[in-house]
């Protein structure tokens, strides 16, 4: 248990610590932009492996138990995960790593980025928070729960470092868009296209999930249903 505590640590702290402070800028400054980003995405890289391998590692010690009864919720959520994650990467994201680029240009939000600026990070968020409420263990609350607060605190890390470099451009797209799932929609800022989802995108998303679904036992030794 001790080992998932230190990756944890690790890995929040990179992410925190680093990419979410000064140290950012600091580091670009003597590294450059491009080395800095492969350095960070290694060792983004070596901690979820490092992460993967500690949960395995860690004792069960049970918290509130597997909640069964929570395995049919839990599935229909991994859908909407599947779906936020899919569209969220497959749609052109500002708030992705050089997406400056499309707030200059002054990009509306276009698809899945009308309901949130960060879908992919919420897909991320709704996977950690499921796995952490169905497996009830304290290995789950550690790796998952630090993910699921990790991922929250990116989003207001991501949205102030656009602020920061894009200015008004960046006011521009704050001003039609929302961290939180339908905000900009329910305020009246933006409204949903369901055509700007391209269909393929759709088909994407549900067939992960259900290859994902079939295979969870043999790969991850639990079935996602019983």
């Known amino acids: 248990m001790a080992q998932l505590i230190f990756a944890a640590l690790f890995f929040i702290g990179l992410h925190v610590g680093v990419a979410g402070t000064s140290a950012r800028g600091h580091a670009i400054e003597?590294?450059?932009e491009n080395t800095y980003r492969a350095a960070f995405s290694l060792l983004s890289i070596f901690g979820i492996v490092w992460l993967a391998h500690a949960y395995r590692a860690a004792n069960y010690i049970e918290t509130w138990g597997q909640l069964t009864w929570f395995k049919p919720i839990a599935?229909?959520?991994?859908?909407?995960?599947?779906?936020?994650?899919?569209?969220?990467?497959?749609?052109?994201?500002?708030?992705?790593?050089?997406?400056?680029k499309l707030?200059?240009?002054?990009?509306?939000a276009r698809g899945i980025h009308?309901?949130?600026?960060?879908?992919?990070?919420?897909?991320?968020?709704l996977w950690?928070?499921?796995?952490?409420?169905?497996?009830?263990?304290?290995a789950a609350l550690i790796l998952f729960g630090s993910l699921f607060v990790l991922v929250l605190v990116g989003m207001v890390s991501i949205?102030?470092?656009?602020?920061?470099?894009?200015?008004?451009?960046?006011d521009n797209y704050a001003a039609k868009t929302s961290i939180?799932?339908?905000?900009?929609?329910?305020?009246?800022r933006n409204k949903l296209v369901i055509?700007?989802?391209?269909?393929?995108?759709?088909?994407?998303a549900l067939v992960l999930y259900l290859a994902v679904m079939h295979f969870h036992q043999s790969w991850f030794g639990v079935s996602p249903l019983f």
């Not at 928070?129 to 263990?137: E, P, R």
């Not at 055509?195 to 994407?204: G, I, N, P």
């Open 114 to 125: 009308r309901v949130t600026r960060h879908p992919f990070l919420w897909g991320v968020a």
């Open 30 to 32: 003597k590294l450059g």
């Open 195 to 204: 055509a700007e989802m391209k269909v393929w995108q759709l088909v994407l």
């Open 159 to 170: 949205d102030a470092k656009r602020k920061k470099v894009c200015g008004q451009h960046w």
């Open 180 to 188: 939180i799932p339908f905000q900009a929609i329910k305020q009246g």
């Open 103 to 108: 707030l200059m240009a002054d990009t509306s």
């Open 75 to 100: 599935a229909l959520l991994m859908l909407l995960v599947f779906l936020l994650a899919v569209l969220g990467m497959a749609t052109p994201n500002p708030m992705a790593v050089g997406g400056e």
């Open 128 to 138: 950690a928070f499921v796995h952490l409420v169905v497996n009830g263990d304290a």
